[in-house]
């Protein structure tokens, strides 16, 4: 089986523009999960997707976005970035048949300027 | 709620030693656990997960972790570290009801030759 896909891999914009990230899950991997990670706050959870329905949410400003297509694909989404967005965003893929186990992908590094 | 706690910041142990990185976990249910692992650059890698059955968990790269219900433990063992197992590993905590899976901080394995 292929693994999680991510893409863009690297990612520079500006502070106040927005940015929209995507993640492929593990083929029939209804379910995919969104983490934030910089070295000062480590791991962050972002929100939870399973079959298009959010069920899980961290403590981010609205600013932080997400959806689930019907294809289980999912695309997070930043606006008006803050040079504190800079981070390396996760997607996880996740077998809720197996224990809730997730799945992660390589990750997109973002650099806010 | 749910708390995980990676008692470790930095661990550096030489080569070929063994090496034990410690996880207490607070939950009012039944859990699942996981250890996962993550390289320079890289997202993160399950190592290895309890989800029931012998509380001696194996892992891959030769790892492995017993569950202690009454310490509420999962600490990962490895007999004798190899310089790669160099990188920062991660416990993981979710509930067997629920759909959030909370993080440790993450404990950073330094392996000198």
């Known amino acids: 089986k292929a693994g999680v896909t991510q893409t863009p891999r690297y990612l520079i914009k500006t502070r106040g523009q927005q940015v929209t990230l995507s993640c492929s899950p593990i083929s029939g991997h209804r379910s995919v999960s969104w983490y934030q990670q910089t070295p000062g706050q480590g791991l962050q959870f972002l929100f939870e997707?399973?079959?298009?329905?959010?069920?899980n949410k961290g403590n981010f400003p609205g600013r932080f976005s997400g959806r689930q297509f019907s294809n289980s694909r999912s695309e997070m989404n930043v606006s008006t970035l803050e040079l504190g967005d800079s981070a390396l965003y996760l997607c996880a893929s996740i077998d809720v048949r197996g224990g809730e186990t997730q799945y992660f992908g390589p990750g997109t590094r973002l650099l806010v300027l | 709620a749910q708390s995980v706690t990676q008692l470790d910041s930095q661990v550096p142990v030489f080569e070929e030693a063994p090496v034990e990185l410690r996880c207490n976990y607070s939950s009012s249910v039944s859990v699942y656990l996981f250890w996962y692992v993550q390289y320079p650059n890289q997202g993160l890698q399950l190592l290895l997960k309890y989800l029931s059955g012998s509380t001696l968990v194996k892992g891959i790269n030769g790892f492995e972790a017993e569950f202690n219900k009454s310490q509420t433990s999962f600490h990962l063992r490895k007999p004798s570290v190899h310089i790669s197992d160099t990188a920062e590993y991660f416990c993981?905590?979710?509930?067997?009801?629920?759909?959030?899976?909370?993080f440790g901080a993450g404990t950073r394995l330094f392996v000198k030759a």
């Open positions: 993981a905590v979710s509930d067997t009801g629920g759909f959030k899976t909370i």
């Open positions: 997707y399973f079959s298009e329905t959010q069920r």
